[in-house]
């Protein structure tokens, strides 16, 4: 199973921004995903969380600005991003646990994407 994150990019502040987050491989059922982000010198901390019962719980800094959706017809998890700010500033990563299918049995799993960098202007 892979996670291919896509959508950051340069944006003014008060700028919004979509991304997107696609899960591939032999998959069975996706449960949770989250979006996280790292900013430079910063752990890293989660975003929003949406679980398969599409259940969402948010970061306190994003409440109220990004919204995340998932499209499970497509394997595909969103998060839209509005009323950016400076200090959104980082690189974005998916996280998805669930359960594929290796040809034989099922398995669980737990990947990340590769991360998307999200940069905000003053």
């Known amino acids: 199973v892979q996670l291919q994150a896509s959508g950051g990019g340069l944006v003014q502040a008060g700028g919004a921004l979509r991304l997107s987050c696609v899960a591939s491989g032999n998959i069975a059922r996706i449960s949770d995903v989250g979006w996280f982000r790292q900013a430079t010198g910063n752990e890293r901390e989660l975003v929003a969380m949406?679980?398969?019962?599409?259940?969402?719980n948010y970061g306190d800094s994003v409440k109220g600005r990004f919204t995340a959706s998932r499209d499970t017809t497509k394997n595909t998890v969103y998060l839209q991003m509005t009323s950016l700010k400076p200090e959104d500033t980082a690189i974005y990563y998916c996280?998805?646990?669930?359960?594929?299918?290796?040809?034989?049995?099922?398995?669980?799993?737990?990947?990340w994407g590769q991360g998307t960098l999200v940069t905000v202007s003053s």
């Open positions: 949406t679980t398969n019962s599409d259940d969402k």
């Open positions: 996280n998805a646990a669930g359960i594929y299918h290796d040809g034989e049995f099922y398995r669980p799993f737990n990947v």
